[in-house]
């Protein structure tokens, strides 16, 4: 069983920066892989990004590439999405998620942080 808590969300102005951050809790959390999703008002989940255990990234969307970065310290347990740039439609709320096993659905879930960019 793995728990994931994210935090750092918050309301920032456009061009800003934010850190978020997965804390894992469980055995396992150290071997899987953890992505990174947001959900906006009215719109469907996005992929934001995602990064095995052993640190292969994936980023999802286009709208994203070369603001966001993910990465991750496994000593602490912790997968980060680090944001810059950030514009009035990065606005969501951020979700990370982790799976022990590459190619199926994502397992486990966090409960969300609100992400708010203002123009």
């Known amino acids: 069983q793995v728990q994931l808590v994210e935090s750092g969300g918050g309301l920032v102005q456009a061009g800003d920066s934010l850190r978020l951050s997965c804390a894992g809790s469980?055995?396992?959390?150290?071997?899987?892989?953890v992505g990174w999703f947001r959900q906006a008002p009215g719109k469907e989940r996005e992929f934001v990004a995602a990064?095995?255990?052993?640190?292969?990234?994936?980023h999802g969307a286009d709208s994203v590439k070369g603001r966001f970065t993910i990465s991750r310290d496994n000593a602490k347990n912790t997968v980060y999405l680090q944001m810059n740039s950030l514009k009035p439609e990065d606005t969501a709320v951020y979700y990370c998620?982790?799976?022990?096993?590459?190619?199926?659905?994502?397992?486990?879930w966090g409960q969300g942080t609100q992400v708010t960019v203002s123009s």
């Open positions: 990064i095995t255990y052993i640190g292969t990234k994936t």
């Open positions: 469980g055995r396992t959390f150290s071997t899987n892989t």
């Open positions: 998620a982790a799976k022990a096993i590459p190619g199926i659905s994502y397992v486990y």
